[in-house]
Structure formats: structure tokens, C-alpha cells
């Protein structure tokens, strides 16, 4: 399979918690993107890298996230001291950066309850 | 304002039939593209289909295809000869040349086939 995976697919943790997030882009692509969706909603931006660079950051992502692309390859996405409000699924989709056509392709996702 | 309107929070077809899933957006940008993408239960965003700003021609993907109305800024998926596995909630994005990399979603339509 080379499409985009996510690891875990399902996390459950305790509020106030630390907990990290992996992506596994499709091999050939140099954009990976930071998803997050609720319930009944579309997913929503939170960040972008282009290689190892992050060039973007949503307002959405407060000082408890944080996202690496150490080497231009997988990535994480950590949240600090979760909160109930962090419940939501996030996605991760990456692509080759090829102008308004760029397709993002998508991940699992990964579930995140917080208790 | 909300980038990517989707007025149908859920819409049935009977199978074989074919079904108009509606999609209205804002955007002042000259340059633009527009994604629809399905989202099943396993929480998966497929991609389905594309339509740039400036295309003359609807999009067309096998069974998809996009019914782009430029003045009216609508983007409608149809969706020919429903298939069983059709059933999923699908997404309508928008991205902008001049708002950097993200996609805007919309909040999605809930489809079920009938059999």
C-alpha cells in the first residue's frame, strides 16, 4: 500500500495528558498538511510543510500543538496538556505541490477521545 | 462568511438513479479550484473529482462529474447510476491562489443509496 498512513488510528487519553500523532506521507510527495475534523464538520486547516519547513500555521493551533517534519518525511503532530475540546479526528493528506490543481491525498485519520 | 456552503446536511437516491449534490462558494480570487471528495465510514477522504476557475469545460470522472456554474459560484457534484457503495458523506473544498495552501471545506452532505 503506498497511499498516506496514520498511526495510531484510535488514541483515548486522560485530560492534561501529552499525546503525538504520526503520518506517513505518499513517498514522492513534498507537501504533507495537518488536519482536524469534528463531528459534522469538514475538516479544518491547521498546518502545512513544504519538505521539513513549516510554512503555514492555523490560528487553530494553539501553543499546545506542535508539528515536525524532522527530515522532509513522516511527521507528527503533538498535543500538549489535552483538553476535551481536542476530541476530534485528525486527518493528515499530503501532495506534490502542483498549483490550484494540487490534489491533497489523505490519510485514516487518527481518533482522538479525550476523557 | 463561510468559504464552502453545503445546504443538504443529508440526501437519499435510489439505486441506479442519478443524484445532484449542491456546493456554493465565496471567494473574490480570480484563480481558484474546486475538490469534491468522499469520505466513507472508515474515515478516509477520496478524492473524486477537480474543476480550475478558469476550466470552460465541466469536469468529468467516470461517474462523476461537476456541474460548474461560474456566476452563480456553484460547484454541484452529480453522481450518475448510484451504486451501493456510493453511500458516504461527501465534501466540497475550495482552494484560493492568493490564500496560500489551504482548503476550505465545507460542512458535507450525508448520502445514502437505496437499494
Known amino acids: 500500500d503506498t497511499g498516506v498512513s496514520q498511526d495510531p488510528r484510535h488514541k483515548i487519553t486522560k485530560r492534561g495528558q501529552n499525546v503525538t500523532f504520526r503520518c506517513d506521507p505518499i513517498?514522492?510527495?513534498?507537501?504533507l498538511y495537518w488536519y482536524r475534523q469534528t463531528l459534522g464538520q469538514g475538516p479544518e486547516f491547521l498546518t502545512y510543510f513544504q519538505n521539513e519547513a513549516q510554512l503555514e500555521k492555523s490560528r487553530l493551533l494553539s501553543d499546545r500543538f506542535s508539528a515536525e517534519r524532522p527530515k522532509g518525511s513522516f511527521s507528527t503532530l503533538e498535543i500538549q496538556r489535552t483538553e476535551q475540546g481536542d476530541s476530534a479526528m485528525y486527518l493528515c493528506?499530503?501532495?506534490?505541490?502542483?498549483?490550484?490543481?494540487?490534489?491533497?491525498?489523505f490519510g485514516p485519520g487518527t481518533r482522538l477521545l479525550v476523557l | 462568511a463561510q468559504k464552502i456552503t453545503q445546504t443538504q446536511p443529508g440526501m437519499f437516491v435510489q439505486e441506479k438513479e442519478a443524484v445532484t449534490l449542491d456546493c456554493t462558494y465565496d471567494?473574490?480570487?480570480?484563480?481558484?479550484?474546486l475538490f469534491w471528495y468522499k469520505q466513507p465510514s472508515s474515515g478516509e477522504m477520496i478524492f473524486l473529482i477537480y474543476q480550475g476557475s478558469y476550466d470552460e469545460q465541466n469536469a468529468t470522472e467516470g461517474r462523476y462529474s461537476l456541474n460548474f456554474q461560474k456566476a452563480r459560484k456553484s460547484a454541484n457534484l452529480v453522481i450518475s447510476a448510484s451504486q451501493l457503495g456510493d453511500s458516504a458523506m461527501y465534501f466540497c473544498a475550495m482552494r484560493e491562489a492568493l490564500s496560500g495552501n489551504q482548503f476550505y471545506f465545507g460542512t458535507g452532505t450525508s448520502l445514502t443509496v437505496i437499494p
Open positions: 493528506a499530503s501532495s506534490l505541490g502542483q498549483g490550484l490543481k494540487e490534489t491533497q491525498y
Open positions: 513517498s514522492e510527495h513534498n507537501r
Open positions: 471567494t473574490s480570487d480570480q484563480s481558484y479550484g
